[in-house]
């Protein structure tokens, strides 16, 4: 295949296997014991990162039948959102992990939370059904129709896995994109030929007709972050071989780079995170952050709330939980943070839990 074929083909499958995004208005779901003055509580401890004790409420209120807390317990124990409340499991003990992950009690105990959920509410069949291969594309439609967005990055990995480009553009006809994956998709629609797909539809032609695709000039550096296509990654030194040095030795480029960081509205998770975490130097800390991650879509899409139902991602972004929660998430790059140390200091040891 032609190297820029193999080039879009690698980069794309970066982008989609994160896109998260529902073009169309989500619908509202609705969940009994949702509105529990206890629910709430302990679901606003948990988002003060106080882990521990609300899931042990939760996992109580569980227990007694609140189909709220079962759905959310589904969702953080299960391995959905492992850079959350899963890490706290990994250092219990079994039993412990069992205590927090099953129902213990009544007819249903030895049972997971969603297992039993499932026949009471259609999200959580969605998100018990989502490891199904059978399932995930009903149970996907489902998510993202009902605004449920985090696990898109799952869900674009199998589409294109199993059912290649054309599965994704597919979806992409559904309404299954958002700002940040929608200059891929338009570069799928117009590159359909090299990528041996069969001529896109009359709709999804219109539908990005004049959308800058991510291989424009100002697409390509948003997306690649000044990162030649030929960067080679060192597994041994774990850092890019001449990367971040083509951003400090481009001072117009990097004066490009804050820009973005600054104003684009795709950044803004990440303006938040570095608002918070690097208060006197935010810019560089975006600049950083941008550079230290393998693909901007994972980051998007996992910056949101892991269930909009009970918490919505505006809350989740403003929660004391939130540094820990990207910081784990970025933790599983393959580049060591002192790569991009040149470009903050502060996002660098920020990585380093200093």
């Not at 820990?324 to 998430?329: A, F, H, P, T, V």
């Amino acid at each position: 295949m032609h190297k820029i074929a193999q080039v879009f083909r690698f980069f794309i499958v970066l982008a989609l296997v994160a896109a998260g995004g529902f073009a169309a208005q989500a619908k509202t779901v609705q969940v009994d014991g949702a509105n529990d003055a206890t629910f709430r509580d302990s679901i606003q401890q948990w988002l003060n990162g106080e882990d521990l004790v609300a899931l042990t409420r939760l996992a109580t209120m569980a227990n007694d039948g609140n189909l709220a807390a079962q759905i959310f317990m589904g969702v953080v124990t299960n391995g959905v959102a492992p850079h959350t409340s899963s890490q706290l499991l990994l250092h219990m003990s079994q039993e412990q992990r069992r205590l927090l992950s099953r129902f213990t009690t009544g007819e249903n105990a030895g049972k997971s939370w969603l297992e039993v959920a499932q026949d009471r509410h259609p999200l959580a069949k969605a998100y018990r059904d989502f490891d199904d291969n059978r399932l995930y594309q009903k149970a996907f439609d489902y998510l993202f129709a009902h605004g449920e967005r985090f696990l898109a990055s799952e869900a674009h990995t199998r589409y294109i896995n199993q059912g290649g480009f054309s599965t994704a553009l597919r979806g992409a006809e559904k309404g299954h994109y958002d700002s940040v994956s929608k200059p891929w998709l338009a570069a799928a629609v117009r590159n359909a030929a090299m990528l041996g797909l069969s001529k896109p539809s009359a709709k999804l032609r219109e539908m990005f007709d004049g959308v800058e695709d991510a291989f424009s000039d100002t697409g390509r550096e948003f997306h690649f972050w000044g990162r030649p296509y030929d960067a080679i990654f060192d597994p041994n030194t774990r850092k890019r071989i001449g990367y971040p040095d083509t951003i400090l030795s481009d001072p117009a480029l990097h004066n490009r780079l804050r820009g973005l960081v600054v104003y684009d509205p795709r950044m803004a998770p990440v303006r938040q995170l570095c608002d918070s975490i690097c208060p006197n130097s935010a810019s560089g800390c975006g600049i950083a952050l941008r550079a230290h991650i393998s693909s901007y879509d994972r980051f998007w899409n996992k910056s949101r709330s892991p269930i909009e139902a009970f918490i919505s991602t505006k809350d989740y972004r403003k929660s004391a939980r939130f540094t820990g929660d990207m910081r784990r998430l970025m933790a599983s790059e393959p580049q060591t943070p002192s790569a991009v140390a040149p470009l903050s200091v502060c996002f660098s040891d920020y990585m380093y839990g200093k």
